[in-house]
């Protein structure tokens, strides 16, 4: 990543910084309905964050290293089949997760970018999966490029199919995992996620089995992540679920992950999709 | 009663609706099979945590609404296996109460293996009044020593609730925190004392 590119992160960060500090402040003469008030104005600073969002870093380099020929046959992704044909790209993302005849599996966007990259470009799954999730000192090549794909589709509807077995399958699976209890502390994605207006501390948790909540849940990811630093793709964000519910790891595109992210999708269909988003 | 005697009422409940089996399959099993062969151990967190015990295997079963015998016969055995202090003394120190409540720490595959468990309190429930950041997944407990009494009976019921809440509510959301070992005699005494020590400010 060229060093003016990094400048222009951190400087989006500071500023994003600096107007977190501000609704603290703005927020702190409120006692009455403090509450409320913390609610309110970490809303306003969702807000702010919104009109500068580093996301569109990621996604000029995504769109580059789509072009640039990679990998051991040195040839670009331009090919690549995300559903809709080989080269589209353009609202390839919302008709996502779906079932690819070619694979025999269900994939969502990232499982189908890493497909393409094994198919095409030559690279093999192991390399993929070594360090998917980037951090503050090492870029993902995949985060960059999933920022890119789903940014194709920006306004266009969420409109995943479950017309194939697999894809109903997948959805069913997808459905009992949501309420799977199990691990040190019996936790389930639906411990947190499964009742309408709950909180963590002041985390308001959507209710994911809710068309509502699910849609504004789904199109929150990818995101960018200001308190990471880092662009966030729905692969990291189930990962780092099953972390908080104690559970043991889930391989990198597995089945299971694909099937979850089947299950919110199908909740979340005909929520217009925003592109890359942006969160504390 | 010991587990396999749960698992076997499991397996008998299915092998007496054969039919219904015929026509819709456990999708449960096949979603555990599919996590059994995707999961990785990492850190701290084995696969041994996806064996189900007898409570996680009922309540995922029926849907957290198991039958009220089986759901009986749990409980019992869930609140025959709960452990009092052999000193009968259960109110510990509320100021060692509230940073455990505090805290959030431990038992996931980022943490150090020594890393000390928090009693995540606050992530569900509200306690003191001063802490705004609390969460709304279990009921507030606010004045709840105020409200109940600081009686040898409601600290015998706050410190099995801690100990293992499924002991009178099977498929509770909330965690076994001594019945799985992640907190130990004194941290569930300190707890008990933060919710019912007329000291605490959960009580002012």
Do not use: H
């Given at each position: 990543m060229p060093s003016r590119t990094i400048e222009r992160e951190q400087s989006m960060r500071n500023k994003?910084?600096?107007?977190?500090?501000?609704?603290?402040?703005?927020?702190?003469?409120?006692?009455?309905?403090?509450?409320?008030?913390?609610?309110?104005?970490i809303e306003r600073y969702r807000e702010m964050l919104a009109d500068d969002n580093p996301?569109?870093?990621?996604e000029l380099r995504g769109a580059e290293l789509w072009r640039k020929p990679r990998g051991s046959q040195q040839v670009s992704l331009e090919q690549c089949d995300l559903g809709l044909g080989a080269g589209i790209v353009k609202g390839a993302y919302v008709r996502t997760p779906r079932y690819f005849v070619d694979a025999g599996k269900v994939m969502d966007i990232e499982s189908r970018i890493a497909w393409c990259m094994v198919t095409l470009?030559?690279?093999?799954?192991?390399?993929?999966?070594?360090?998917?999730?980037?951090?503050?000192?090492?870029?993902?090549?995949?985060?960059?490029?999933?920022?890119?794909v789903v940014s194709q589709s920006k306004g266009m509807k969420i409109d995943v199919s479950t017309a194939q077995p697999q894809e109903q399958h997948a959805y069913d699976m997808g459905k009992q995992i949501f309420a799977l209890r199990s691990g040190s502390y019996d936790f389930a994605c639906a411990t947190c996620h499964g009742d309408r207006g709950k909180r963590i501390r002041l985390q308001e948790l959507p209710y994911l089995s809710d068309p509502k909540d699910a849609g504004r849940a789904y199109i929150g990811w990818p995101a960018y992540r200001v308190s990471q630093g880092e662009?966030?793709?729905?692969?990291?964000?189930?990962?780092?679920?099953?972390?908080?519910?104690r559970f043991p790891e889930p391989q990198y595109l597995s089945d299971s992950v694909n099937a979850l992210i089947m299950f919110l999708a199908v909740n979340a269909n005909g929520t217009v999709y925003n592109g890359p988003a942006i969160k504390r | 009663m010991n587990r396999n005697f749960v698992l076997c009422i499991l397996a008998c409940t299915s092998l007496l609706a054969p039919s219904v089996q015929a026509e819709a399959p456990d999708l449960s099993q096949e979603a555990m099979?599919?996590?059994?062969?995707?999961?990785?151990?990492?850190?701290?967190?084995?696969?041994?945590?996806?064996?189900?015990?007898?409570?996680?295997?009922?309540?995922?079963?029926?849907?957290?609404?198991?039958?009220?015998?089986?759901?009986?016969?749990?409980?019992?055995?869930?609140?025959?296996?709960?452990?009092?202090?052999?000193?009968?003394?259960?109110?510990?120190?509320?100021?060692?109460?509230?940073?455990?409540?505090?805290?959030?720490?431990?038992?996931?595959?980022?943490?150090?293996?020594?890393?000390?468990?928090?009693?995540n309190c606050y992530n569900c429930h509200q306690l003191s009044p001063a802490e705004l950041s609390f969460g709304t997944l279990g009921p507030s407990?606010?004045?709840?020593?105020?409200?109940?009494?600081?009686?040898?009976?409601?600290?015998?019921?706050?410190?099995?609730?801690?100990?293992?809440?499924?002991?009178a509510n099977l498929c509770s959301n909330m965690p076994r925190f001594g019945h799985v070992g992640a907190l130990g005699e004194k941290q569930i005494k300190d707890l008990v004392a933060l919710i019912l020590d007329p000291e605490s400010p959960v009580n002012k």
């Open positions: 994003m910084l600096a107007a977190a500090s501000i609704v603290v402040l703005l927020a702190l003469p409120f006692v009455a309905n403090a509450q409320d008030k913390t609610i309110q104005a996301a569109e870093l990621y470009q030559g690279f093999t799954a192991g390399e993929i999966a070594k360090r998917p999730f980037g951090s503050e000192t090492y870029k993902s090549d995949m985060e960059a490029l999933v920022t890119y662009m966030r793709t729905m692969q990291w964000r189930i990962n780092d679920c099953f972390r908080q519910q | 099979a599919m996590i059994r062969r995707d999961f990785q151990p990492r850190g701290s967190a084995g696969l041994n945590r996806l064996d189900q015990d007898a409570v996680q295997a009922v309540c995922n079963r029926f849907a957290n609404k198991p039958p009220q015998q089986l759901m009986g016969l749990l409980q019992a055995d869930q609140q025959a296996a709960i452990k009092f202090p052999a000193d009968g003394n259960l109110l510990g120190d509320w100021k060692a109460g509230e940073a455990l409540a505090q805290s959030g720490r431990g038992l996931t595959w980022s943490d150090s293996p020594g890393t000390a468990v928090g009693g407990l606010l004045k709840f020593g105020k409200l109940r009494g600081n009686t040898a009976e409601t600290q015998r019921y706050v410190y099995g609730k801690i100990y293992n809440a499924k002991a």
